[in-house]
């Protein structure tokens, strides 16, 4: 399952913007960023749906609040559409810094409109999907059309938008006005993907059209049928993710294959070179991945103890479920639980040792059935037999070689 690191960088503005990462659990086969819709946030259904969906794929995504939105800092009525793309620009250059070069851009409604307009800043990007997004920045006045004379006259106004109050100055109104995309739309270079719902009543189908009609090929556009603007219902969100995941593949190199254990008694153990302690794991012919915790590592994956605690636990249960079977007692089902710890020697008052650490690992066993008491503890008993607890309490020769090499072998 991909995760989510929250992290903040720098905007144009020098505000610090609130940012989520996904990061896929697996091989990540490259990175995006996604740029919200006006006045929303990058925990906006839409937002963490398809970024989550892209991750579960393999693809890495930047969601960040533009400044003065959610949880960033700044004033969002000293922002304009002008600074959105700088912001755009600045979530890029931060990827870019500590992970790697976004090949994707993702943008919804504004959001779209920004991305559109920064693709040519950021050099990498290979691809750019939009969702609902205006051909004209300045179809967002629209939103404010009752307050837009107030604005002019006074020079700001207060708004009320999806519920909620914004000031809007001029200066706004004037940069949308002269922020055009239609040129730049010709000159993107990019595959291009158009998102948009026939029955869009606040950016209306059209300008899906002027976009689609300005771009080069190649170019893509698929219909969100009756969603609504925002993309509200969980299902049309999340056939925009599946939609814009399986896109986005086709322009990102294919994923890493991982190592391969030469049968099933073999583990092999790889570094990914994609963070610091990450590790491939083949067991057999099953692929896992390790890591360490966030603060030393990047949590993609379970650490070495973790791996440890769930070979014990998984053997404990494996072996109090034959051993059910052959004594055909009610067992239902196991429940295995692990800490490991390392404690001081002079703690443990059965322990052979007395000086320095040892480990100590706690498992608790869950037995769910109608066992009497007597049975219950002699399963106890048989949990200690397992092969795995044998070995870690057993007397363990591990024989350590370097692997033959190329001037080895002639």
């Not at 290979?126 to 969702?131: I, R």
């Not at 049309?236 to 399986?246: F, G, L, S």
Request: glycine share 8%.
């Amino acid at each position: 399952m991909a995760a989510t690191d929250r992290i903040e960088f720098p905007g144009v503005s020098g505000d610090l913007l609130a940012a989520s990462l996904d990061r896929p659990a697996g091989r990540t086969r490259g990175w995006a960023v996604f740029a919200h819709c006006f006045t929303c946030s990058k925990d906006f259904v839409a937002s963490t749906r398809i970024a989550r969906a892209l991750a579960e794929r393999g693809i890495g995504v930047l969601r960040f609040d533009f400044t003065g939105l959610g949880h960033s800092e700044g004033d969002f009525a000293n922002t304009d559409f002008s600074s959105n793309v700088e912001d755009l620009v600045r979530a890029a250059d931060w990827l870019r810094d500590t992970h790697g070069p976004p090949a994707i851009l993702v943008g919804h409604s504004l959001g779209g409109a920004a991305v559109l307009a920064a693709a040519a800043r950021i050099p990498e990007t290979k691809a750019v999907a939009t969702l609902g997004a205006p051909a004209d920045p300045e179809h967002v006045t629209r939103l404010f059309a009752e307050s837009r004379e107030e604005i002019e006259r006074s020079g700001e106004a207060r708004v009320e938008l999806a519920g909620r109050s914004f000031r809007i100055r001029k200066a706004l109104l004037d940069d949308l006005a002269g922020s055009k995309l239609e040129a730049g739309i010709r000159d993107l270079r990019r595959a291009l993907l158009v998102l948009h719902s026939p029955v869009d009543n606040q950016v209306g189908i059209e300008n899906a059209s002027r976009i689609f009609a300005a771009a080069r090929h190649p170019k893509s556009f698929v219909s969100l049928d009756d969603a609504d603007h925002l993309l509200t219902r969980p299902a049309d969100a999340a056939y925009a993710a599946e939609v814009i995941a399986a896109w986005a593949s086709r322009f990102l190199p294919s994923a890493p294959e991982g190592p391969r254990a030469t049968d099933e008694h073999e583990v092999v153990v790889r570094e990914t070179r994609e963070g610091r302690y990450t590790q491939d794991v083949a067991a057999g012919r099953h692929a896992l991945r390790a890591d360490e915790p966030i603060g030393l590592g990047d949590d993609s994956g379970p650490s070495p103890y973790g791996f440890l605690l769930t070979a014990l636990g998984s053997c404990t249960s494996m072996t109090l479920r034959m051993y059910a079977e052959r004594k055909k007692l009610p067992l239902e089902r196991v429940t295995v639980r692990l800490r490991h710890e390392k404690i001081h020697a002079e703690d443990c008052a059965e322990c052979e040792t007395r000086v320095g650490k040892i480990d100590r690992i706690q498992r608790v066993i869950e037995l769910e059935g109608p066992l009497d008491e007597a049975v219950r503890a002699r399963m106890l008993e048989i949990a200690d037999m397992c092969p795995v607890h044998r070995t870690l309490s057993g007397e363990v020769l591990i024989e350590t070689r370097a692997a033959a090499t190329a001037a080895t072998v002639q």
